[in-house]
């Protein structure tokens, strides 16, 4: 199988496709928002932190 | 008490205690990563690859592969967020809360990809995006549960008031669990009926089946990370003002 064969996905490409990009974009937000978030605040109550150092 | 071993009471002990918490689940993330890693490479190359095509349906069914763990993903997560639910409101366990509220953001997501792959599926083999059968409708039920448990805890400011809310809205949509799952048998619907999961042996071939239970442990390992890494969150924001999360916020500040 040639790998246009295997992108054409028997002339239903848009359907498979689409639901695998799709799945892909959903699960890595999932992960990618709760790191940011953790970054975030760890960021700021350390900041916090130091202004109460001082 | 007596049937369960002292060792076992002692980890989830230890467990329920925030910063033993955070420090364990950080040591496991990488081992989680690379078992999901592996199980959805070789499902995804099983599924996409070496399966051959449907005799009915072509290469349209792939779907399935991220359709169906999904799916169950989606009844799977309800029933551990609601059990989670139940012991945050019995024994007012703040980490069975956070377990409850960071399933709830998965769960909705699964959901999502279900329905949606679902309508992508539907358009070319039933030739409509959308019906309104019982399978999909009260799939789209479980969505707005989803969604009405994440709005109502963010609606409420004190997190264990919005805790207690919240575990009470999840235990009464529990009955939308065996309605969803019995739905394609109860009525007489668009949707198929099941191909895995009933009593004789699956109609499915196993070339086909391998990856998709390939497919469906690499969800419940996705599940285990995204579960993780949400609650780390939750927790800092919940015990800002202790100390382990002052000392964290200097070491990882980035200061």
Known sequence: ?54 | MFLVPDLVVRFFHRMASPPHFYAFSERLMPWLVVIFMLLAVTGLYGGLYLAPPDYQQGDSYRIIYIHVPSAWMSLFIYVVMAIAGAIGLIWRIKLAEIVMISSASVGASFTFIALVTGSLWGKPMWGTWWVWDARLTSELILLFLYLGIIGLYGAIDDKRTASKAVAILALVGVVNIPIIHYSVEWWNTLHQGPTVAKMDKPSIHVSMLTPLLLMALAFKVYYAIALILQARVELLQRERNSQWVKTKAVEEGGL
């Not at chain 1, 490409?13 to 978030?37: D, E, K, M």
Request: proline share 2%; net charge positive.
């Open chain 1, 1 to 54: 199988m040639s790998l246009q064969e295997f992108l054409a996905m028997g002339g239903y490409a848009f359907y498979v496709w689409t639901s695998y990009g799709i799945c892909l974009v959903v699960l890595l937000a999932n992960v990618v928002i709760p790191i940011i978030q953790r970054k975030n605040f760890l960021r700021q109550q350390g900041l916090k932190q130091k202004r109460q150092d001082l």
